[in-house]
Each structure stands twice: as structure tokens, then as C-alpha cells.
């Protein structure tokens, strides 16, 4: 079983910055393919970020985060972060951590493991 915690989250103004953090309870952290998901109200579930194990080489992002989030992974903290940028009201969404051993089926919305979720909201 892996917990996976996030934090960061909060309220800021468009324009600003947010650090979202994944904190997992796994010795093998290393080997898991890391994504972000967020899910605004009455939406669906959609894909923020994802990176690849161990060293984290190949990075994908959806296209609505592209160029303004940066996925990023410390495997001696077992945690995975997300940097967003230039935030805009259409952010605003409960934003999950996910962990999986496949990273394509990862990027499709497959999971084995998801966090709690933390609230971002941007206000205008």
C-alpha cells in the first residue's frame, strides 16, 4: 500500500504562482511513474503532468498546463512537485497526485495509487 499526501495548495490571484507537493510513504518511490490530475466542478478528471521513474528523463504535460507548469521529481524525499505559473482562474480545481508502474496508461488517467487531493483556487 502507498499513501500518497499532497499539500500546497491554496488561494492566489491570477497571475501567481503555486508549488504543489506529493509526499509518498513508499521505500520504492524511485520505481513508480508520478502524475498529476485535477478535477474542477462538475468536470471531469484531467491530466496536469506526468513523469517517468527514476530519474524523471521524460516529463509530459496537458495542453491546457503546457508552458506554465513544471513537473518535477526528488526520489531521496519521495516526493514529486508541481510549479505552476501564470495561474488563471480556470486552474481552479482539486488537484490529485497519482502513481502508477505504467506511465502511458498513467497519462490516460489509470492509477494504482491516488491522493486526497489539494484545493487550488485562483482568483481574478
Known amino acids: 500500500q502507498v499513501q500518497l499526501v499532497e499539500s500546497g495548495g491554496g488561494l492566489v490571484q491570477a497571475g501567481g504562482s503555486l508549488r504543489l507537493s506529493c509526499a509518498a510513504s513508499?521505500?520504492?518511490?524511485?520505481?513508480?511513474?508520478m502524475g498529476w490530475f485535477r478535477q474542477a466542478p462538475g468536470k471531469e478528471r484531467e491530466f496536469v503532468a506526468a513523469?517517468?521513474?527514476?530519474?524523471?528523463?521524460?516529463?509530459y504535460y496537458g495542453v491546457h498546463v503546457k508552458g506554465r507548469f513544471t513537473m518535477s521529481r526528488d526520489n531521496a524525499k519521495k516526493t514529486v512537485y508541481l510549479q505552476m505559473d501564470s495561474l488563471n482562474p480556470e486552474d481552479t480545481a482539486v488537484y490529485y497526485c497519482?502513481?502508477?508502474?505504467?506511465?502511458?496508461?498513467?497519462?490516460?488517467?489509470?492509477?494504482?495509487?491516488w491522493g486526497q487531493g489539494t484545493q487550488v483556487t485562483v482568483a481574478t
Open positions: 497519482a502513481a502508477n508502474h505504467n506511465l502511458s496508461d498513467l497519462r490516460i488517467g489509470t492509477a494504482t495509487y
Open positions: 513523469i517517468s521513474r527514476w530519474t524523471g528523463t521524460n516529463i
Open positions: 513508499t521505500r520504492t518511490f524511485g520505481a513508480w511513474e
